[in-house]
């Protein structure tokens, strides 16, 4: 993740409020789990932000007009790497409809009315390669990956790999567990069969070890 905005009536959430649904997006969405190294985790936290708006102005096109006074509606941007949107968007949607439910289930309304309504909608973006710029550099989707991904490499690099269990292979740079039946997604280095969650990190260690990659 790199930027997720919130729109939201303006009052609808006090402030208290606003401050908990960020928190709980970042907390959800990057979640401390096995298949996650917490290297990777804290530095994807590292360089997202979330933003929440309360336009002056919210024009709804169903008549007639809600009422002021009705339950919030939300709208939520995430803006993601284009070569990560289509992979991410289902979960990204699934994730972050529940945060809003919790919001609501917190606030003492119904969870369920932002599954049931169209009150709210998820928009999943993707930034055209080069057009995020971290560090004073335009990154493409593999420098994004280098860059999350360095401080679990760094750590692990002086370290014994974990052992993973019969069936998977440990993803060397980002930790994730890799099952082989599922990915097609591997590469041969100096006698070692290493396995890949994604095709960025495929190429990310193939580039750092000088491992040619077939077309």
């Keep these: ?58 024009v709804l096109g169903r008549r007639p007009t809600a009422d002021p006074a009705d339950p919030p509606r939300y709208l939520v941007r995430v803006t993601v790497p284009a070569s990560w949107r289509k992979e991410m968007s289902g979960y990204t949607v699934e994730i972050v409809t529940g945060v809003l439910a919790e919001t609501e289930r917190a606030a003492g309304r119904d969870p369920e009315r932002v599954r049931r309504e169209p009150d709210a909608v998820i928009l999943v973006d993707g930034v055209s390669e080069g057009g995020i710029g971290i560090h004073g550099k335009a990154m493409s989707s593999l420098d994004l990956t280098e860059l999350v991904s360095r401080p679990y490499r760094d750590h692990t690099a002086s370290r014994p ?55």
């Design 161 to 215: 790999a974990p052992q993973p269990p019969r069936g998977r292979l440990i993803d060397p740079v980002c930790g994730m567990s890799v099952d082989l039946a599922d990915s097609p997604l591997t590469l041969v280095h100096q006698g070692v069969l290493y396995g890949f969650c994604h095709g960025l990190c495929r190429r990310s260690f193939a580039d750092e070890h000088g491992v040619p990659l077939g077309r």
């Design 1 to 58: 993740m790199l930027l997720i905005e919130v729109f939201v009536p303006k009052g609808a959430l006090s402030e208290e409020e606003r401050q908990a649904l960020a928190h709980r997006l970042v907390d959800t969405l990057m979640v401390e789990d096995d298949s996650h190294a917490i290297e990777i985790i804290e530095a994807q936290r590292a360089i997202t932000q979330v933003l929440v708006h309360e336009p002056a102005t919210w």
